[in-house]
């Protein structure tokens, strides 16, 4: 069974301050996706990395994968009260089974943002 | 573009009846669906992957006989929680892998919300 593990669980910081989530496993990912979730909605995606050592930037918000492909971090700077919510980190993979391909993506349990104002 | 769309985006019924909820991607085909549960503040817990034409596969745990799946089109599956509990009462987001990119990136429903009596 893969794990991933994402810490930390619960954060709460002022407008203006940065932050970084982590998402570590001891597991090897073909890809690491990072989700966006409002209360009462859909997660919406944020950024896929396939590859090791993988950097992207989307706005204030700057993802890395490990070199490993084992963890991944978001950084985000000078945090705004619109990026509360509950962030998700995903790794994908493709497990061979009996039956052929048997992809799916092992979620962290997630990061609740509260940005005050 | 990889728009999914959830029907109904909430439902509430009595206990012992059946509940269908329909996942879409309408404008891209999806050969792999994947139905989640998530509890208030959690995570997302993978039920069942979904594919166009054969049969579910569950996870460890998941009763096949009260949760069922049938992808019956590249663009449609839908998931009949049968002989529903107040346990069931939960939050339902599906996904869907986009058939024509080589990619793990799924696209989330905005949710169903259950309400079981």
């Known amino acids: 069974t893969q794990l991933l593990e994402q810490s930390p669980q619960f954060l709460s910081i002022q407008e203006g301050e940065n932050l970084t989530v982590y998402c570590n496993s001891s597991?090897?990912?073909?890809?690491l996706q990072w989700y966006r979730q409002e209360p009462g909605e859909g997660p919406v995606l944020l950024v896929t990395?396939?590859?090791?050592?993988e950097v992207k930037k989307l706005k204030r918000l700057t993802f890395q994968f490990g070199d490993a492909r084992k963890d991944s971090s978001l950084h985000i700077t000078a945090a705004q009260p619109g990026d509360t919510g509950l962030y998700l980190c995903?790794?994908?993979?493709?497990?061979?089974?009996?039956?052929?391909?048997?992809?799916?993506?092992?979620f962290g349990k997630g990061t609740l943002l509260t940005v005050n104002p | 573009g990889a728009v999914v769309s959830q029907h109904p985006s909430w439902v509430i019924c009595k206990s012992g009846t059946s509940v269908k909820i329909e996942c879409r991607s309408l404008?891209?085909?999806?050969?792999?669906m994947f139905w989640y549960r998530q509890f208030p503040k959690q995570s997302l817990m993978l039920m069942a992957t979904?594919?166009?034409?054969?049969?579910?596969?569950?996870e460890q745990g998941v009763e096949k006989d009260k949760f069922l799946i049938n992808h019956a089109s590249l663009t449609l599956s839908t998931l009949t929680v049968t002989s529903a509990h107040p346990e069931d009462s939960s939050f339902y987001i599906c996904?869907?892998?986009?058939?024509?990119?080589?990619?793990?990136?799924?696209?989330f429903g905005p949710g169903t919300r259950l309400t079981v009596l």
């Open positions: 996904s869907a892998k986009h058939t024509g990119k080589n990619t793990d990136t799924q696209y």
């Open positions: 597991s090897v990912f073909s890809s």
């Open positions: 990395v396939v590859t090791g050592g």
């Open positions: 995903a790794g994908g993979s493709d497990l061979l089974s009996s039956g052929g391909s048997n992809y799916k993506l092992t």
């Open positions: 404008d891209f085909q999806a050969t792999t």
């Open positions: 979904s594919n166009e034409g054969s049969k579910a596969t569950y």
